[in-house]
């Protein structure tokens, strides 16, 4: 048997199709380059009685092959939709994971908005019910009701108080642009209700959340997407981070709607000056590790996170959304082609780690067993 290490990725496919087919193919790349034995595998490819699995990896002029392997070492679990058989798998302990299961949306903001460490960079967020929204709709000028299991800026709904008009902008499932405005709260309060039954995914709720000035740009809403993940070491570490600026008109900076993505210091400085983006670039970190060891500490080990961080109109940062399994687009969307290549290593370097400590823990405690412990006589 060879002594590479064996690599699992999790993820979704049908056929030879698979979801996100071009961070896919990379990442197997690094892995191979790293000198690992690594492959993408699904739901339906794992033959537990076998104790085999059926991987794939892109062939070189395209496409995929696929072949058996050894069982995984190290799985990373890719998987982005919750069909009921990985959900089964994810929660068997089938596999030894490098990144723990996460939550929705909901419990992940009501869990940072109760720990002393993070909760000043949370803004104030509830599961929407008619009532809450009245109430929010008093405490702040402008608020945002969004899916708690939504992806991509999609049925995202903002409303703000102009004067004495509610103005309401959101866009749809499809990210076709709708537009209302009214005089009359309980007019909001139906179209709302409207909003949120035609929006809604499955059985998933929505939040009701404080909305934040981040119009930077006029007539643009801009945000900071960074990403933070476990170096080879097994530390955390602060890949990089982007500014995302959406399109014009747009409640969302959301790349998939639109948005364009900027280097983090030509935005910012433009915006808050040298020293302000400075400032602003130590306090994203801070966050970022902080928000990090939190929420490790209650869901389990984690590998890397994608953090959504607004910055409004008077610097003041902010904690939007917590993505477990980010995308890495922006990078390469900046042309910042070293970040996105560490940013796909990174994952492949800190799966090579646990396997390491994994082996080198067990051989160091089996020499300790044997050098202090005496042995015990059996029966
Ligand atoms: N409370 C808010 N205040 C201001 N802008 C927001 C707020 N919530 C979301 N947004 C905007 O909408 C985008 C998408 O929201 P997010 O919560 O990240 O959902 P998704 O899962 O669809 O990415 C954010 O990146 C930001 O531009
Ligand atoms: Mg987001």
Redesign the pocket.
Known sequence: MSSKKVIGILTWREGKRFAEPDYLRRLVKAGQELGAQIFLFSHQDVFKAERKIRGFTPKSGGGWESSWYPWPQIVIDRYRRRVPEYMKLRHSNLFKFANSPFSK?WRVTELLANDERVKRWI?ETYVYTPEKLKVMLKRHP?L?V??GN?????S?L?VAVRGKQYELKGRDKRYVYKNASFQRAEDVGRWVRKWVTEQRISDGNFLV??????ELVSNR?A?IRLLIQKDAAGEWSVTGCGV?V?EKGS????LHGGGRAIPFHVFVSKRFGEEGAQQILRECHHMAHQVASVLEEKFGRMMEFGL?I?VDVDGRS?L??V?PKPGREIFKQMKAMDLYAEAIRRPVLFAVHLIEEKTGSRIRLAAQQSQSQPKRQMG
């Open positions: 949306k803004p402008m945002y969004k899916p939504g992806t991509g800026g999609r995202i903002k959340q404080q909305g934040l000035d981040l809403i945000d995302r959406g409640s969302t900076s959301n959504d607004g902010w939007i959304e993505n």
